[in-house]
């Protein structure tokens, strides 16, 4: 009651303020009549900022349930290593310990999930089918800059639609191992080295302390493995198994699924 009636005062101060006539609404308008379309879009613009949408009284809030995960790419001299967790949160519930967090977009490209699964499974796997058609048509494989790109176009096209994706795009072109960040902003980074989720910042420690552009693969899959594993153990919406992919000349090659418990009880783990 109270909460409507001041709603009211509040529309018609707007309308005093801004000599707001409701009725030009129903006026038609002809092709050439710009200048008193724009003159009305104006006034309504004004009026969707100064009046933003308000809930219906007694409505049920939306359930904004927190997410968690972890997941790596970084970039070296004998291609990319791109590691993640497999632990799907939903709040302090954990809905799932088997996801797949690495897409594998073709046979040269990988994508990653982070934010919504949802929303990073089905825009990924448009990803796959628009680098086919791509491929089609160029008659030559995408490159990994391309295949970034296409996706962040998609992204930024929705943003403020309630997208939430926080995507690492991998692969090997022909201009050599290629990494770029994606999100559901549009926005689009190229870098040797990201981590995206609630458990980025433990696995960054590791990373930072022991990444080397020249290491070996051995090194580089020890790194990878090592630092999911520490984020794993500090945070809580990240856990599960530890997948592992290399990205080299060739393709791809997944190379490990470990269980998180495995690495904490035997070769990471703190000893009693």
């Known amino acids: 009651g109270n909460q409507f009636l001041e709603e009211i005062e ?9 000599d707001f006539d409701a009725d030009i609404l129903d006026q038609e308008f002809t092709l050439g ?7 009305v879009q104006k006034e309504l613009d004004l009026c969707n900022q100064l009046m933003p949408v308000a809930p219906a009284p007694g409505a049920i809030p939306a359930l904004n349930l927190k997410k968690g995960t972890t ?16 632990r799907a949160s939903s709040g302090q519930y954990v809905a799932s310990s088997t996801v797949q967090k690495v897409i594998e977009i073709n046979d040269r490209l990988l994508g990653t999930m982070a934010g919504g699964a ?16 791509w491929e089609l048509r160029n008659k030559h494989k995408i490159t990994v800059s391309a295949a ?9 096209s929705y943003r403020g639609r309630g997208l939430s994706m926080g995507t690492m ?24 080295l990201f981590s995206v989720g609630s458990g980025s910042i433990y696995a960054y420690g590791v990373l930072d302390q022991g990444y080397d552009w020249e290491m070996s693969v ?9 630092a999911i594993y520490h984020a794993t153990h500090r945070d809580a919406g990240s856990g599960g198994w530890i997948n592992l992919y290399h990205v080299h000349e060739n393709g791809w090659t997944k190379i490990s699924r470990d269980d998180c418990n495995d690495l904490h009880w035997g070769p990471y783990g703190r000893k009693p």
Not at 218 to 225: M, N, T, V
């Open 71 to 86: 997941t790596l790419a970084f970039r070296f001299a004998k291609g990319i290593i791109v590691c993640v967790d497999s």
């Open 169 to 192: 795009v991998a692969g090997w072109d022909k201009h050599g191992p290629n990494l770029f960040y994606v999100d559901s902003e549009g926005t689009r980074l190229n870098s040797n």
């Open 33 to 39: 009549d710009d200048k008193q379309f724009d003159e």
């Open 118 to 133: 949802a929303d990073c499974q089905f825009w990924e796997r448009v990803l796959g089918r628009e680098c086919r058609l």
């Open 10 to 18: 509040i529309l018609e101060s707007i309308r005093a303020v801004m």
């Open 218 to 226: 051995e090194d580089a899959i020890d790194l990878g493995r090592r």
């Open 148 to 156: 970034s790109k296409i996706l962040a176009n998609i992204t930024y």
